[in-house]
């Protein structure tokens, strides 16, 4: 039973928001068409990344809680993982956005990103050596520029609203994933702060991921693919 530890924990990270998706209220399945795009990039990108990071052992799965299938060095939960997880967090985004209709944030939260941005961005040159350390803080200085560009205000506060809410879910998922452990961390390749079994920097991992979803996922909505234009306005309209 122990090896479909993590094929299990995906299905119960998935399960109840899949079965709310096609609830009257939010209805999250008719934005399918928009989601499901944003959620294959998101996931074929991380795969990449994830496949690199095990190669060179940042980290390792652990054969005892895996069914022993695997893709390029990587067990098949890993694959799930990629859709399970920003799927169930994407969800959540939507449920926010359907209930929360006030804008808590001041005008200055963008230049306040910015300048975490720019704080990631430096403190990215003083972990160099640490593998999984420099590329989350990396991946921070770019994805939260990233979101400024393709989020307005009201969208900025219902992703961290989400993000927020998201975090009580992974500590069980992810505090199961690593006091097994089935994710098992070499240290040399972190800083080493972690809040029980979890490392610090997979919060940030996890804001990177979440945050390219959704991102993506509204550049797809509003069909601004490419440098903010919407191409149906680009389209040659036949003449009446």
Same mark, same amino acid.
């Given at each position: 039973?122990?090896?479909?530890?993590? +094929?299990?924990?995906?299905?119960?990270?998935?399960?109840?928001?899949?079965?709310?998706?096609?609830?009257?209220?939010?209805?999250?399945? %008719?934005?399918?068409?928009?989601?499901?795009?944003?959620?294959?990039?998101?996931?074929?990108?991380? +795969?990449?990344?994830?496949?690199? &990071?095990?190669?060179?052992?940042?980290?390792?799965?652990?054969?005892?809680?895996?069914?022993?299938?695997?893709?390029?060095?990587?067990?098949?939960?890993?694959?799930?993982?990629?859709?399970?997880?920003?799927?169930?967090?994407?969800?959540?985004?939507?449920?926010?956005?359907?209930?929360?209709?006030?804008?808590?944030?001041?005008?200055?939260? &963008?230049?306040?990103?910015?300048?975490?941005?720019?704080?990631?961005?430096?403190?990215?040159?003083?972990?160099?050596?640490?593998?999984?350390?420099?590329?989350?803080?990396?991946?921070?200085?770019?994805?939260?520029?990233?979101?400024?560009?393709?989020?307005?205000?009201? %969208?900025?506060?219902?992703?961290?609203?989400?993000?927020?809410?998201?975090?009580?879910?992974?500590?069980?998922?992810?505090?199961?994933?690593?006091? +097994?452990?089935?994710?098992?961390?070499?240290?040399?390749?972190?800083?080493?702060?972690?809040?029980?079994?979890?490392?610090?920097?997979?919060?940030?991992?996890?804001?990177?991921?979440?945050?390219?979803?959704?991102?993506?996922?509204?550049?797809? &909505?509003?069909?601004?693919?490419?440098?903010?234009?919407?191409?149906?306005?680009?389209?040659?309209?036949? &003449?009446?």
């Amino acid at each position: 039973m122990a090896h479909y530890t993590y +094929l299990l924990l995906n299905l119960f990270t998935i399960s109840i928001p899949f079965a709310l998706s096609f609830e009257s209220k939010v209805q999250f399945y %008719k934005k399918w068409k928009y989601y499901l795009p944003s959620l294959f990039i998101t996931a074929l990108l991380f +795969l990449i990344w994830d496949y690199y &990071k095990t190669k060179f052992g940042v980290w390792q799965f652990n054969d005892d809680f895996i069914i022993g299938i695997k893709f390029f060095g990587l067990p098949i939960e890993e694959y799930f993982f990629f859709f399970t997880v920003p799927y169930s967090c994407t969800f959540i985004y939507e449920v926010v956005a359907y209930y929360n209709k006030r804008n808590f944030l001041t005008k200055d939260i &963008k230049l306040v990103s910015i300048a975490l941005s720019f704080i990631f961005l430096m403190f990215s040159f003083f972990v160099l050596e640490k593998s999984y350390t420099w590329s989350v803080t990396f991946g921070m200085a770019f994805i939260i520029p990233f979101l400024i560009y393709t989020l307005d205000s009201f %969208k900025f506060q219902h992703f961290f609203l989400m993000f927020l809410i998201s975090i009580l879910p992974m500590a069980i998922v992810n505090g199961v994933l690593t006091a +097994l452990p089935v994710v098992v961390y070499n240290n040399a390749e972190n800083i080493g702060i972690r809040t029980i079994t979890i490392p610090v920097e997979d919060y940030l991992y996890s804001f990177i991921l979440l945050g390219l979803n959704v991102g993506l996922y509204e550049l797809f &909505k509003t069909k601004r693919l490419f440098l903010g234009l919407n191409f149906n306005k680009l389209l040659i309209q036949p &003449k009446v």
